[in-house]
């Protein structure tokens, strides 16, 4: 193997997933591949096994196999290295290309703001997408959660995510509301007193690659749209910036896009066969739509703060954040992660719903071209689902129901999907 690793097994029998084209992802996989796996800190002790259990019943199930290389971050790391982000969690992620981890917490004074951010930023994993579909039988508190299946392309490395901020009361907090007064003419904007400031940057580069990889998927997996979602209207040199430049890239594509503009002014509505139509939409507008005109979208692109707020209220229409799942996306790198935190206090009770998990290596088998394994896990997942055997956080929610532990659910979905191959 290409790294060396000073206190983890790399799996003998495995092969490395392998990148052909970096830009597209597009990769070569064998059909025993080493995946490096991070069960995370709380209830992640719980649903990364879980996880592993569908996961590795889904690939032998299509004639694989996956060897799991067990890595640390987080509480995990601290016990086995005395660091929260050790090298070789780093360098096994680069090298096997594919990845998947549970939540992660930031410990107090860890030197990071989010270890979860830190692992993306190390890794440039710029986008964060997260597909949103609802799966029958679990509760939802809209009436139609079936019409919601959107997949949100959310800005992984800039716009709050950046981090740049100064505190109230700093001498550097100050030198900047000199600057911004005196220099650049705002001296009417910031209030008197003490006041924290923080820089919002969206660049050309970070929005144009991310819009790309939205376009992209929209045109493999033949969705219909990409929204660009923003506060242009406002932020006009920023946001505005994202929808201009997004726009920017959809010309890229030449007949395969069209602008939502160019669509009513020159076809009356009616858009090409198999063509993706690009548009855009203010934020707060689309925090309305998704409920009110669920269908009428179908990939969105956003910036980081943005993503973060619709990709939450889109989990919310198909029954919670414990079900959402989620992926980060690089050049030629993927680490799947669910959505939802690490839930400490209900840490190694095995009762915890490990759907988001599940799912998530759902996304991760999708990128690898295993789509048939990952069809079985939505099948067995939504077959376990409605015949009401479930975990607690769902068997509270309806009558007639089956309380499972974390592991006898994994089991379950597990035994449907041997069943369903």
């Not at 703001?113 to 440039?124: E, F, H, Q, T």
Request: aromatic share 8%; with cysteine.
């Amino acid at each position: 193997m290409a790294s060396v690793y000073d206190s983890v097994e790399v799996p003998e029998d495995g092969a490395a997933i392998e990148v052909v084209d970096a830009e597209s992802d597009d990769l070569n996989v064998p059909d025993n591949p080493i995946i490096p796996i991070i069960y995370g800190d709380g209830i992640g002790t719980d649903v990364g096994p879980a996880a592993q259990t569908v996961l590795q019943a889904a690939a032998e199930a299509t004639g694989r196999e996956i060897n799991w290389m067990r890595v640390f971050a987080g509480e995990s790391a601290r016990e086995k290295y005395d660091e929260n982000l050790p090298d070789d969690t780093i360098n096994a992620m680069k090298e096997f290309k594919v990845s998947i981890k549970g939540p992660l917490t930031t410990p107090v004074g860890a030197g990071f703001r989010s270890l979860n951010v830190a692992l993306r930023k190390r890794l440039d994993l710029y986008t964060n997408m997260r597909p949103t579909f609802h799966l029958d039988g679990v509760p939802s508190p809209v009436s139609r959660p079936d019409q919601m299946d959107m997949v949100t392309f959310r800005e992984n490395t800039e716009d709050v995510y950046a981090g740049i901020e100064w505190e109230a009361g700093t001498e550097e907090v100050e030198q900047v509301r000199e600057f911004v007064e005196q220099e650049m003419g705002y001296d009417d904007t910031i209030h008197d007193g003490p006041v924290g400031i923080g820089i919002k940057p969206i660049s050309e580069f970070g929005t144009k690659r991310l819009v790309r990889k939205a376009i992209d998927y929209a045109l493999e997996h033949d969705r219909d749209s990409v929204t660009l979602v923003h506060k242009g209207n406002i932020m006009k040199f920023t946001e505005g910036a994202f929808r201009d430049w997004g726009y920017e890239v959809a010309e890229e594509y030449g007949d395969a896009v069209i602008t939502e503009d160019t669509l009513w002014e020159e076809r009356d509505g009616e858009p090409p066969e198999d063509a993706v139509v690009v548009n855009d939409r203010i934020a707060d507008n689309m925090l309305q739509q998704i409920l009110t005109r669920t269908p009428q979208y179908d990939v969105l692109a956003l910036p980081n703060l943005n993503g973060d707020y619709l990709s939450d209220a889109c989990g919310a229409q198909i029954g919670g954040l414990g079900i959402a799942p989620g992926a980060n996306i690089g050049d030629g790198l993927f680490l799947a992660e669910p959505v939802h935190g690490s839930a400490p206090k209900y840490a190694g009770q095995d009762k915890v719903n490990p759907t988001a998990m599940i799912l998530s290596g759902r996304i991760m088998l999708d990128y690898m071209g295993w789509d048939d394994a990952a069809d079985l896990i939505r099948d067995a997942l939504e077959e376990t689902i409605t015949s009401k055997q479930v975990t607690y956080d769902i068997e509270r929610q309806i009558s007639g129901g089956t309380k499972l532990s974390t592991s006898d659910f994994a089991g379950k979905v597990a035994d449907t999907i041997h069943d369903l191959a």
